[in-house]
């Protein structure tokens, strides 16, 4: 095998993988938008005038049905977001929103809070710096180590009509081991072999329709 086709199968590689850790990062493109589909294909998707009820081969939508209930309040505001933005996919949004919540979540509890502030809503990023600056001025340093997401649910959706604002709130319930010291290194909380689950739930906000596909977290709760 010639040099020049390991160097080429080499970099083939690199890419594959650059574009798996893109993919699992909240709102990331995956290179272009669809386009917005036609009046005579949107008409040909669809049983009824019903939002909820889009098709695919001759059944409801099962990328929203799969998720949430057919007919549910959730259910019709995203249908009326995949009509603002036909390549929205509720799925993709999801295991966007797995990657998200693992590289917020960690940077919150290492105190690295400028690598996620694209991704937080002004309240979420001052109410996270807030903690962060009172755990520095105790002294108290935190030692996390993600271990992954036991559980997921889509627990509610909402589009502003006349915004296009769309609001997703999902239910994470994630596992990780979390050592908390004080100033003088003594163990407060945690211990490096006792798993932890963590749960949050978590609201993601983004204008649809526009060319910005970064989803914004802009509530936290448990």
Do not use: C
Request: net charge negative; no cysteine.
């Amino acid at each position: 095998m010639s040099a020049a086709v390991i160097q080429l199968l080499v970099l083939a590689g690199i890419a594959i993988f650059l574009i798996l850790r893109l993919r699992s990062v909240l709102g990331t493109r995956e290179g272009f938008e669809k386009p917005p589909l036609s009046a005579s294909e949107a008409k040909q998707g669809k049983v009824s005038d019903r939002p909820d009820l889009e098709v695919i081969e001759g059944g409801p939508d099962r990328d929203i049905t799969d998720h949430v209930p057919e007919g549910s309040s959730a259910a019709l505001a995203l249908a009326q977001m995949k009509r603002v933005e036909p390549s929205f996919s509720v799925h993709e949004f999801l295991q966007g929103a797995r990657g998200a919540y693992e590289m917020i979540l960690m940077a919150f509890e290492n105190g690295e809070l400028e690598r996620i502030e694209p991704y937080l809503d002004s309240d979420v990023r001052d109410a996270f710096a807030e903690v962060i600056s009172q755990r520095e001025a105790q002294g108290i340093t935190v030692d996390s180590n993600f271990v992954g997401v036991r559980e997921l649910t889509l627990t509610g959706a909402e589009l502003d009509a006349g915004s296009n604002l769309a609001e997703i709130t999902v239910r994470f319930v994630g596992e990780m081991t979390h050592i908390v010291r004080d100033a003088n290194g003594t163990v407060l909380e945690g211990s490096e072999t006792e798993i932890k689950r963590q749960r949050d739930v978590w609201t993601f906000a983004r204008k649809m329709g526009t060319g910005d596909p970064n989803w914004q977290l802009v509530a936290t709760g448990e």
